[in-house]
């Protein structure tokens, strides 16, 4: 791995952030819009109903978390799309970067944006709520990271969906990750799944970052069974998604569809 | 010394055969130009070079190595620009060459990015987002990408095609000049023939994704007993295009 043609990747994507307003309000808008909306939502459902005290932490912690998911899992997909969109992929793959190092520099802009969105919500959420995502301590760190490995797991999926399926399949982009956000159970206890559900979220990470974020707000602990759980199926994620998008990378090139995504 | 070496490739997509037993060598400082008509192979040929396209069979060494085992090694040291790729338009032609300045691993990026523009008069353009660049300008900043890295083997699709006269002569004596005075070895295709006779010594015919006749420009001519390229491409390749 080279780090200059690492840095090229996340090179490019600064330059196209940096000039260009409808991205950056991008990064900005979204999260601030989902937590004005469902901050207020919260605000209003705890006053109605007083039988679950930490309603607005729930909800809020959740947004800011499932954002976390989704930037991740953006940062990757959209800046693959990105070069595709602008027909460079041909350029990028005939240049001496591997495809290791390309995934490397995509990683890094979706921490990137994760960083960003990460800080306008819990700003904002501090600012409107006086809510602290800080306050669950340093456990919120291998939540975020566990958050940030499945993104990354989504996203690289995607990835290989778009190249093996063309601009016909841009819209996976944006859809994928909401795919999972039922059996995530993000603003609910996964026991208010059917019990069909209830077992199909037990193979998601995501699922037991946010069990274990309830646990958390309401026990003041670390729940190591969920941690080790969302960390054990993200390496899988992660493992088959690379797995995924390296078969169908090389298919990609023996069907010669290289050239002519985007097309 | 053999810069590129291509023996036996054979390109099928589905059922379609694109490139059939081509057999290709390229020494060191030699322009070959690539003719024949709309898709018999040329394109295939150079995607196939660059590694984009995986050979159904056959094997493509390059600088000695073979591409598939030193991809990226290889890929280093090539360079290409076509005039069916750009780079993109969101990005001045400044930060479009440092971006691949690094892809590259140039020394001095910025610097050799300037040496570039001012080489193709892109200098007063360079800050100007790349979409607000004519087409002429747009491929002159793709031969400046493919300039970057000082290629010793450089592919050109169709580079001059877009170009007025004056810049694709300037192109075309650029060109020249590099093969000339720093030995580096071009691959070209094109459809403008006289241009080709001006640019290549040796060209390959391709049609129907197999070579039809290769050699010296003036050979060919002599052999075939017509009076110029043109003449002998319609001889050889027929009136399909």
Known sequence: MRIKRIWAVVLRQTYLYRRSLPRLLEVFYWPMVDLLLWGFVSLYLQRASADIPDFVIYFIGALILWDILFRAQQGISVSFLEDMWARNLVNIFASPLKIQEYIVGLLFISILKVTIAFVVMSSLAWLFYSFSIFKLGVALIPLVLNLMAMGWAVGIFTMALILRFGQEAEVLAWAVAFLFMPFSAVFYPVDTLPPLLQKIALFIPSAHVFEGMRILIDKKVLSIKHLSMASALNLAFLSASTLFFAKIYRTARKRGILPKIGE | ?241
């Open chain 2, 1 to 241: 010394m053999e810069i590129l070496k291509v023996q036996g490739l054979k390109k099928v997509f589905n059922s379609v055969i694109a490139l059939d037993d081509l057999n290709l060598t390229l020494s060191r400082g030699e322009i070959l130009g690539i003719l024949g008509p709309n898709g018999a192979g040329k394109t295939t040929l150079i995607h196939c070079i660059l590694g984009l396209i995986e050979p159904t069979e056959g094997e493509i060494s390059i600088f000695g190595k073979d591409l598939t085992l030193h991809r990226s090694e290889v890929l280093k040291r090539i360079n290409f620009a076509s005039n069916y790729v750009s780079l993109p338009y969101s990005l001045t032609p400044f930060e479009n060459l440092m971006v691949f300045a690094h892809l590259y691993e140039v020394k001095d990026p910025a610097e050799r990015c300037h040496r570039m523009l001012r080489l193709f008069e892109l200098e007063h353009l360079c800050n100007r987002p790349t979409r607000r660049l004519s087409s002429g300008q747009i491929m002159r900043l793709n031969l400046a990408k493919a300039l970057l890295n000082k290629p010793e083997l450089l592919l050109l699709d169709e580079p001059t095609a877009g170009l007025d006269p004056e810049i694709a002569r300037k192109t075309r004596d650029l060109l020249l000049k590099l093969a000339r005075t720093e030995g580096i070895s071009v691959i070209y295709t094109s459809h403008n023939l006289k241009e080709m006779e001006e640019v290549s010594k040796r060209v390959l015919f391709l049609k129907k994704g197999k070579v039809v006749a290769e050699g010296m420009v003036n050979d060919l001519i002599r052999q075939y007993g017509t009076a110029s390229l043109e003449e002998f491409y319609f001889k050889v390749i027929g009136h399909e295009d």
